[in-house]
């Protein structure tokens, strides 16, 4: 158990590691999260107003969870209180409570921030709610987990959820940049480092300030250090350095440049073309390279649509829970899930018909946008739309026998257009057999009306 003195600017030192002297001080020095702490946005008016409620902070390491919870601390009037969940105990928790409690009964207030609260078991997390119920305390929890499943219901429900998202490239830079010209980081030094190298220090965090912070401190100290003409040392940070101080090669590139396109076009063909391997290959160099793991799922979810679809609507399936899975785990776990459905993909039986189908439907829709919708079915929520016939003649398939309706559902002028034109791969003959009895069903029925 801390205080609140801990949180604060004024005990940091050289010693601390560049994450901690850099920890933003105010709104101004924040970076990311604008959904949230922008100007005028919820967070940050509550902040600001000193008039927060219990709350609980969901994201992924390094967002600034933590440091939303020192700048609450910074302004708020209220004693302030940290937990560590992995060194904390229900001693620890009853004797802050009920210090907690006291200090309620003279009109002072106490905030109790919880780093970690998913690591809390269920008595441990009980052990809040009765103050949290009664106003002794206001909680604040910090929580890389899905708190639905990781925090008590009772206790959740008495909490509003912020959802910190992780932090883009873009963040991390501005982070990195930061780091080396504020006096607190390398502003007393002169570190120079090219944009390359930032732009890869900042695709290799993932969207983790601390893992961005960490490893340029370590860049610093393993460069090369020349003097200048007046004597001052320059610090150079070299591609090789960053390769050192982290393990890898020079895999990274331009997320947004000519390879980006090119490895996710090698992607996407491999899987086209049945080749697993080359597949993996190149999911393997997009995110060793740190490629954003939620793009190439993305991609992935696309590709099962659009070159297996009805072939095998298992691909979709599969494809669809690897981004739920990269969403929500993130990398280096969620490889193997994307693994899983590239592989999958690969080997899936093949159709396109889904793609074709839609872009001849959308050509149709751009080249008769103006086509009216046939009156038959169109809703009648009113009696005037009754009055003028809409709706009139709709028949409800599943009174049917056939449960299909004997009616026309596109426009008069694109009347007996098919857009669908079934593979024979995988269960697209099943559907197929199904298309053509459908059309010979309603040319039956034609027949039948025409004589």
Not at 90 to 106: G, P, S
Not at 172 to 199: C, H, M, T
Not at 251 to 274: F, P, T, V, W
Request: negative net charge; charged residues 25%.
């Amino acid at each position: 158990m801390e205080q609140m003195n801990l949180f604060e600017a004024e005990n940091r030192n050289q010693s601390q590691p560049l994450a901690a002297r850099m920890r933003p001080r105010n709104f101004d020095e924040f970076v990311g999260q604008q959904h949230l702490v922008g100007e005028s946005k919820v967070l940050r008016n509550l902040i600001e107003r000193d008039s927060i409620s219990s709350m609980i902070f969901w994201g992924p390491p390094g967002v600034g969870k933590t440091t939303l919870a020192q700048i609450i601390a910074a302004r708020t009037d209220a004693q302030f209180i940290t937990f560590s969940a992995v060194t904390s105990g229900i001693k620890d928790i009853k004797t802050v409570m009920q210090q907690a409690d006291r200090l309620t009964a003279v009109g002072a207030r106490t905030i109790v921030f919880v780093d970690e609260i998913h690591r809390f078991n269920k008595a441990q997390q009980d052990a809040f709610l009765p103050f949290v119920e009664k106003g002794s305390i206001i909680l604040i929890g910090a929580t890389t987990e899905n708190p639905s499943f990781e925090v008590n219901g009772a206790l959740l429900s008495r909490c509003k959820v912020f959802v910190l998202q992780q932090l883009t490239s873009e963040d991390i830079e501005q982070l990195i940049r930061n780091a080396i010209k504020d006096e607190r980081g390398f502003g007393k030094q002169d570190v120079r480092i090219s944009d390359d190298v930032i732009s890869a220090l900042a695709s290799f965090a993932n969207g983790d300030a601390r893992t961005a912070l960490s490893t340029l401190e370590m860049m610093v100290l393993n460069a090369d250090y020349d003097k200048a003409d007046d004597g001052h040392e320059i610090i150079t940070i070299t591609t090789e350095d960053f390769e050192q101080c982290t393990s890898r090669k020079s895999l990274l590139y331009d997320k947004q440049g000519e390879e980006h396109y090119n490895l996710i076009s090698a992607l996407h063909k491999s899987m086209r073309n049945s080749d697993a391997d080359a597949a993996v290959y190149w999911l393997a160099r997009m995110l060793e390279s740190g490629e954003d793991p939620i793009y190439i799922a993305r991609r992935v979810t696309r590709f099962a649509a659009e070159d297996i679809g009805l072939a095998d609507p298992r691909a979709l399936e599969l494809s669809v829970a690897a981004f739920q899975a990269c969403h929500l785990i993130g990398m280096p776990e969620c490889s193997v899930h994307l693994t899983e459905a590239v592989i999958y993909n690969a080997l899936a039986p093949k159709s396109n018909a889904m793609e074709v189908a839609y872009i001849e439907a959308a050509r149709d829709a751009n080249e008769h946008f103006a086509e009216p919708v046939p009156m038959h079915i169109r809703n009648a929520p009113t009696k005037l739309m009754k009055e003028l016939d809409y709706g009139k003649g709709y028949i409800y398939a599943h009174d049917t026998e056939d449960k299909i309706a004997d009616m026309e559902c596109l426009p008069e002028n694109l009347r007996g257009t098919e857009y669908y034109h079934p593979g024979d791969q995988g269960f697209e003959p099943r559907f197929r057999e199904r298309y053509e009895a459908i059309k010979k069903w309603r040319e039956e029925q034609k027949n039948k009306r025409n004589k």
